[in-house]
């Protein structure tokens, strides 16, 4: 089981270039956390997280979308954390944004992230994993 876990996880990187990749920008460091997701009840990568840089506690819309566009989710807000707490050379703060795939019974497959905050958009996909 174990090792079938550790092949579906290889293809699914495979599948989603930029596994893990971070975003720079002139609001920070925004990063996903988690790009592939088992929502098994487990413990390990059950939900999508985003840590999206805020130092000026803006608005933040964040949406999932399926492959063809459609949008199957919003995000909510997991938790909040000083910079301090992440970066010692950072200021602001952090909101850890959170999808669960499990809470509308999302199917196995890729899906897309939208993140809107202040005039910057991050995007990316995400796979999820049955």
């Known amino acids: 089981m174990r090792q079938a876990r550790a092949l579906l996880l290889a293809a699914a990187a ?19 956390m988690t790009r592939m997701v088992t929502p098994n009840h487990d413990g390990f ?3 999508f997280i985003f840590r999206c840089y805020n130092p000026r506690d803006s608005a933040i819309e964040a949406k999932i ?23 010692p050379s950072a200021s602001g703060e952090y909101y850890d944004l959170e999808w669960d795939p499990s809470s509308g019974h999302i199917p196995g497959g890729v899906y897309i992230y939208q993140i809107r905050l202040e005039t910057k958009v991050y995007k990316g996909t995400i796979t999820v994993i049955r």
């Open 14 to 32: 495979l599948l989603a270039p930029g596994f893990a990749a971070s975003s720079p920008s002139g609001l920070g460091l925004s990063i996903a």
């Open 65 to 87: 979308f399926d492959i063809s566009g459609r949008e199957v989710a919003q995000m909510r807000l997991k938790q909040r954390s000083t910079a301090a707490s992440v970066s």
């Open 45 to 47: 990568n059950d939900t």
